[in-house]
């Protein structure tokens, strides 16, 4: 449904211009849940931001690829995208619901507004559509917590209202940026199988962002790596896990911690990702890598693929079965 072709991002202008996000390509399908994994400052959210045609302007803009929503292209046309971003198009719940619902406005009239906003209905039908959300998404006693203010809610019921916002444009496409991030472990899950479930029920494809590893095995159908701006790998979930390719994605397994391994060292990748615009040249991952050789340090990696799904880019991958 959601077609990201050669993405790139860019801040800045002339000689001060740099490149946060570069030829990122991925696909989105109907009842399938993509994981876009990273560190911290790798592109995630920017990539997503492009997407929904909310980057920052000025000061970042997409400058080449496209991004096409069922076959029609949605770079180019502002307008377009405004009501497809609203309608029946691509949706987006972000990571603290404490910050992107308004305080002093019971959760009811901000899902009411975007019922009204984007399916055009008033009065007794929004209010009773907003109830229907509200009860799509779980929240026990709907009805009672229309008039309920954020601050009245947990966490994890506060990002289940974003959900429903979310599904208020009966989305075709959902973005959630780390939307599990800010809870606890077991309410993390409650909301990970809502968004599993309501992507099968609804039909939708949904773009997962996070840091976590852990969260990606639990819900995704295949899984993006991101490094430094770049998708440096992906394929299917379970291919990806057991044999991965990318030094940098064999590096993150490597950190989530493993109870059952006994008593050994928490692991690191050592160093820092870069800045956008800080290496330039061969492969970005190289000052970290404990397989560089000198050609990483020079020439861009080509792709390398392990059957028709899985591809990475880098010169020395992964063999079979190495860590
Ligand atoms: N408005 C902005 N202007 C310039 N650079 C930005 C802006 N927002 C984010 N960045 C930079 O873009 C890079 C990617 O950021 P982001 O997409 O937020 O990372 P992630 O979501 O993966 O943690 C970071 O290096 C960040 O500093
Ligand atoms: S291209 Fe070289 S530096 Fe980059 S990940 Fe592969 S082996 Fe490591
Ligand atoms: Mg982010």
Known sequence: MLTVRNLVVSGGKGASRVDIVSDVSFEIERRKVLGL????????????????????HPQLWVRGGSIELDGADITEEPPYLRVERGHGGVSMIFQEPMTSLNPVVPIGDQI???VRVHDGSTG????????????????????????????????????RVMIAIALACRPQVLIADEPTTALDVTVQMQVLSLIRELCDTFDMGVLFITHDLGVVSELADSVSVMYGGKIVENGPVERLFN????????GLMNCVPDPS???????????????????????????????????????TPAKVVDGPLHSAQCHFPIARGAS
């Open 112 to 114: 009411v507004e975007a």
């Open 37 to 56: 994994v990273g560190e911290s400052g790798s592109g995630k959210s920017i990539t997503s931001l492009a997407v929904m045609g909310l980057l920052p």
């Open 124 to 159: 007794i039908t929004a209010r009773n559509r907003a109830q229907e959300l509200l009860e799509m998404v779980r929240i026990p006693d709907a009805r009672l917590q229309l008039t309920a203010y954020p601050h009245e809610l947990s966490g994890g019921m506060r990002q």
């Open 243 to 250: 044999v991965p390719l990318h030094p940098y994605t064999s």
């Open 261 to 299: 391994a006994g008593h050994r060292r928490f692991q690191t990748i050592p160093g820092q990702a870069p800045k956008p615009g800080e290496i330039t040249k061969g492969c970005r991952f190289a000052p970290r890598c404990r397989h560089a050789q000198a050609v990483c340090t020079t020439d």
